[in-house]
């Protein structure tokens, strides 16, 4: 992983590119509106359009799982692009000058006619849960042909989010970005997203992960729905056997990260107040890939990710609010490590 | 002010409607671009592209002065009204979800083309400070013609908010209101908004706060202004004069309530973080107007602005995130004065 003159970026992440609106509730309203708490439940327009009118009110902030992960890695002074599909319109606008204003490159052309920006109803509950509701919008017709090819031949890992299978034309493009990444020598590493989006493609996740995957992030729901698992475990052993590197996340917990021959335990970083717990896993990604692609050890890579996800969960909103450089200045701990 | 069948409404508020863009900076960023820390700053289209482009990522929030005390006066209980311009897009979907969320009737027809909802780029400075640049897009086609004049006559109160006087169609929407609400028999209140919009309009202010205004809101800069006085008490003593009654309120130092023949002090209300300074005068002004509505004493009314107040200057953003009639009942002191 060390760098030479070819090599322009450290991570180039493709994912749906969605302006989340944030919005405190109970599980009240969660219940009459048949939301399953906790998770990601695809929407159409319309259904957008009801639960909005139904909700209080919100706060919109750039979101986007893999978004929200390349963002954090160049607040980490990491060199980072993303790749995803916004429209021509105010939303879209919001999304782009917030993720170039993190340093990211994000130059995909924006959908000039048809659905509007992807938003995300995000509904919080006083446990600090986050449970939403996904309208893709122009999402959806992101295609191979907004791959930007040379920006993945020059990144050291290309990180792709399981969200992205939910629409055929933008699992196309996923896996052409794979492609281009493994023909360039690079890594690739892949987030599942969510355990109802791992039924639904769990097969072809599960082929991925054998054969194209060289590092996965899960968290416990994720990687045993995949495996169909009887306990953590036995989960743990199957990455083993069929991925380079897994990377597990227990919430509270912890996390894990297991290679054919190492087992890491990570402490979860302390948190004063768990406010929002909305971006965490793609926080803690950012963590573990820019010490990855800054050629640390695992188990600093791991405590990047926990400090990272500590960052998030303590406000509102899956963007940091602190620079995650200085971050790691203030924790001496996770930097001598 | 005892409540009878034909009145429908505590307050009605108008004002311009306004999406809120908030981004923390720091004092260089404010230096570089020449703009003046602490105050609100009218800015053009292109201005308002430029500066967004050189901003960090930011929060989209509703805002607007009149809008957020009138969300707050919903909060806590009470019946409202809102009045003002936006245009038919993404941002003024945002704004008119979230007032209507609050509870607030809201039915001013939006702009159908032409320019967009009006935004404010709100830079918050590490001492909790906000800077406001606002580009006024759609809210400078409000004309008297947009005025829900039934509302108006409906209303205990009717707010109105300094801002307006800086573009002739809104003036013009403002005095109207203003005539209708007198000639109903109600009361009017005004705020002054900012010191350099005083600057802009004192000799109309003056005129206004004379003949036509029960309540001022204004805080110690702004009345400085309006008087030229030299110092806060030659103010004081300038209301008393000319004003049913003055509110001025004096940031950590608490605020005071006069009439001709009052003068009573309010201390500010004790807040463990101030996170972001954003709306305090709005929220303050809503608070008093709330108990002024509900024929509370003008000490109690004070309180309440103190406690609102406190509210929001506890987190990001202008609009609460506590629903304020149980802030009421948590802060027995204030509730049983």
Known sequence: MSKDASTTYDVVAIGNAIVDVLSKTNDDFLGFNSINKGTMTLIEADQAETLYAKMGPGMEMSGGSAANTIAAIASFGGKTGYIGKIANDQLGSVFRHDIRAMGVTFDTPPLDSGAPTARCLI????????????????CVWISPTDLDEEMIRNAKVTYLEGYLFDRTRAKQAFKKAGEIARAAGRKTALTLSD???????RDEFRDLVKNNVNILFANEAEILSLYRAKNFDEAVYQVRQECEIGVLTRSAQGSVIVTKDEMIEIKAAPVHRVVDTTGAGDLYAAGFLYGYTND????????LGALAAAEIISHIGARPQTNLSELIRTHAIAAKA
Chains 1, 2 share one sequence.
Not at 123 to 138: E, F, H
């Open 195 to 201: 355990p109802f989006c791992v039924e639904r493609h």
């Open 123 to 138: 509904l919080i509950t006083p446990d600090a849960q986050r449970t939403m509701c996904t309208y893709l919008g122009a």
């Open 296 to 303: 640390m050890p695992l188990e600093k890579c791991g405590e």
